[in-house]
């Protein structure tokens, strides 16, 4: 597979350019060029496919010829030491727990599969990067963790003061080493377009050797695709019916990586983008115009994003046409209030705690299948991507108990915060970046 900037679709690059170079170099982001059909390959996956196998013959799928199956195999089975999990919650919604790694987020499939596969390219190259993210709440957690005492990467991160919880603020900043925190006085929004802006540097970028583990970088995309894959094709589960699949959605890199496994042979009836008050796409599924705008805190703090970087790529997939988009694409967008209303009623009739993002999903996949014209066949599949216990106050707040919290979180939270302060211009940035690896 190769890979192009909207912009320059002719520059086509490979895999591992893609991966080191994160944006393109005209700022863009990089797409895959081939539609690789894999639908033969997803209808050998059963239910005794165990997710390590699926991710092996998937990364060997797409990421060839420019990486051998038994190359593609090393770097999966290095990344994932752990499983995606799928889960009955009533008669039509099911949960895929993806909150079983490390950091207990989502986010630690993409993070340790970059993180596998840049090891594996570095030390072939023999030299060191550094790698420059943003992040609203997981990423950065599970990106520091990912590549933590690693030899030849360095990241820095930067998330925004104020608007990530407690627990998610310990995970990034506690570990030290050739992990840098930077607590930036702004919004999410604040901290992307610094890393864009570094990017767009070209002597920045090449002194430092500057690459990106946001879900811009493809090499964090691609490997999403794999627990969709293994969702859907669970078959004893969901039966012969194709599953719509809601997506909890901030940035849209979680929700574009499942539009690529349906774009390539997946079968999916249907995507639900389910928001928070945040709500710039399901206002452009439902309309047709995309009118970004700054973003408002809210308790699904990780998708408090009002200017979506991933939109871009789902505009490729469909060609810019937005009937074509919203065909296959259903946008959901729920309150603060909606949100603690569904950990609380979940909670008393299924016994179950969510994290607040799991809840946003879990409401748009009510409303979905409460709409007319739904089969009684109809499932939805709502992709639970935190672990209740990173959001204990919210969680206390709607139920009145405490979550469980698991040992792995419980750690860091008696470590000393380490991160250095900046504002939201890009000189205080660049002057961080250069003073520390220049």
């Given at each position: ?374 089969r009684g066949s109809d499932q939805v599949i709502v992709l639970s991507t935190a672990h209740p216990g990173k959001f204990a106050e919210t969680v206390r707040e709607a139920t009145g108990e405490e979550p469980e ?34």
């Amino acid at each position: 597979m190769t890979f192009a900037s909207r912009a320059r679709p002719g520059d086509q690059v490979s895999f591992r350019e893609a991966l080191f170079s994160g944006l393109a170099p005209d700022g863009g982001l990089y797409h895959p060029v081939e539609r690789p059909d894999l639908a033969k390959l997803f209808a050998s996956f059963s239910d005794a496919t165990p997710f390590l196998g699926l991710s092996g013959a998937m990364c060997a799928a797409f990421l060839a010829p420019e990486i051998d199956e038994a190359r593609a195999r090393r770097i999966a089975s290095r990344a994932f030491i752990f499983d995606p999990v799928l889960r009955r919650l009533d008669e039509r919604i099911l949960l895929l727990e993806l909150f079983h790694g490390p950091t207990c987020a989502f986010k630690d499939f993409g993070a340790r599969f970059l993180a596998s596969a840049m090891e594996d390219f570095l030390q072939e190259e023999k030299r060191s990067v550094r790698v420059l993210v943003a992040t609203s709440g997981d990423t950065g957690s599970a990106v520091a963790h990912a590549f933590h005492g690693q030899q030849n990467i360095d990241v820095v991160i930067l998330y925004p003061s104020g608007r990530v919880s407690d627990l998610q603020e310990k995970q990034l900043t506690t570990l030290g080493g050739n992990v840098h925190a930077l607590e930036v006085g702004g919004s999410f929004d604040d901290c992307q377009r610094l890393v864009k802006d570094a990017f767009r540097d070209p002597g920045l970028r090449a002194r430092l050797g500057l690459t990106s583990a946001n879900s811009i970088n493809v090499g964090r995309l691609l490997p999403q695709c794999l627990y969709y894959a293994f969702a859907a094709t669970r078959r004893s589960e969901l039966g012969a019916d194709a599953p719509t699949i809601c997506v909890p959605s901030g940035n849209f890199g979680n929700l574009t990586a499942g539009v690529y496994a349906w774009h390539w042979g997946l079968p999916v009836r249907r995507f639900i983008a389910a928001t928070n008050v945040n709500d710039v796409v399901p206002r452009y599924l439902s309309e047709g115009r995309f009118a970004p705008r700054p973003s408002e805190k809210t308790l699904s703090n990780a998708m408090d994003v009002g200017n979506p970087s991933n939109f871009e790529r789902l505009e490729v997939v469909f060609g810019g046409d937005w009937t074509r988009m919203a065909s296959i694409i259903a946008g959901a967008a729920v309150t603060d209030a909606r949100t603690l209303r569904t950990m609380r009623e979940i909670r008393a009739s299924h016994g179950v705690f969510v994290d607040p993002h799991t809840a946003v999903g879990c409401a748009a996949a009510r409303d979905f299948l409460a709409r007319a014209g739904h089969r009684g066949s109809d499932q939805v599949i709502v992709l639970s991507t935190a672990h209740p216990g990173k959001f204990a106050e919210t969680v206390r707040e709607a139920t009145g108990e405490e979550p469980e919290m698991p040992e792995r979180l419980a750690r860091c939270l008696a470590l000393p915060k380490r991160a250095t302060r900046i504002g939201t211009g890009f000189p205080e940035l660049s002057d961080f970046l250069l003073g520390t690896f220049g």
